[in-house]
């Protein structure tokens, strides 16, 4: 140390002078999607107005709702669609659980039953409550329809007429046709009714007269009833059924327009 530095007194340091906080860019509203989006409509509604009125209409128009929200419970986490209120991707702890395309609620809400792709980017259904996922049921079948009930038990049946029953404890599926092809279909959270093929019938003449079973199902005994319902066929390219489930009534409709309707308990009344 030299000599001079022995006898200099030492300075306290000097505060430093906190940098300035940069000026955030401002963010042209050309890179801004929503305003494109907004511009773009307004260019296909008002094709005649000139472009500068077509620009201010553009400004001036609200943005649009966003496209969801999300809703949370302990480790989980849900994606709701802001339109429908419907519940979209799952995820717990971060991880992706289960991906909604349709979905289903019972009566009051709470639960949910939903198709679309799991974790491993597989077809499935799956029930929830609120943001909580519950169950997934993999499946390859195509789902037609499907209903939960507020005890949380969900049911949906597939293009080949599998009945799939989900809740907490298990997950069961049922063939409800057979090998035969699924014509029609009624699903409330307490019947399940199927319109399937079957056996034509013939006449004193040796003539074929088509037919096909009516099957209902009680989902909550699993008790079941079959009929067998003829119709014609002739002059018809192709052959359209409709069934209905209403109040006590089941309705089926073949397709030379003759309406059939059962009771609950399998009794034909017209």
Known sequence: MGLFNIFKKKQPAQPQP?????????RSKWNDPEYLH???????????KPITETLKDAEQAAP?????????????EVMIHASTNAPGIFTKNGKEWFDADKAWASRSGRYYILTG??????????I?????????????????????????????LSDEGTLFTLSEEKATTKKL??????????????????????DSDYDENDKEIPAVNVK???LSTAASWRKKIQYSSEGRATLQFSAEISGNMIRIETPDNVLHEFTLDGSKTK
Do not use: H
């Open 18 to 26: 906190e940098p300035k906080p940069e000026k955030p860019q401002a």
């Open 38 to 48: 907004r511009v773009e409509t307004a260019l296909q509604q008002k094709r005649d």
């Open 64 to 76: 649009p709702t966003p496209a969801c929200k999300t809703q949370q419970a302990g480790d989980w």
């Open 117 to 126: 792709m799991d974790a491993n980017a597989n077809e499935g259904i799956a």
């Open 128 to 156: 929830s409550e609120g943001a909580r996922g519950i169950r997934i049921r993999k499946t390859e079948e195509l789902i037609e329809g499907a209903v939960i009930t507020d005890d949380g038990i969900g049911y949906a």
């Open 177 to 198: 046709c057979g090998d035969a092809i699924l014509d029609a279909w009624a699903l409330t959270p307490e019947f399940c009714v199927v319109v399937y093929d079957t």
């Open 216 to 218: 209902l199902i009680d």
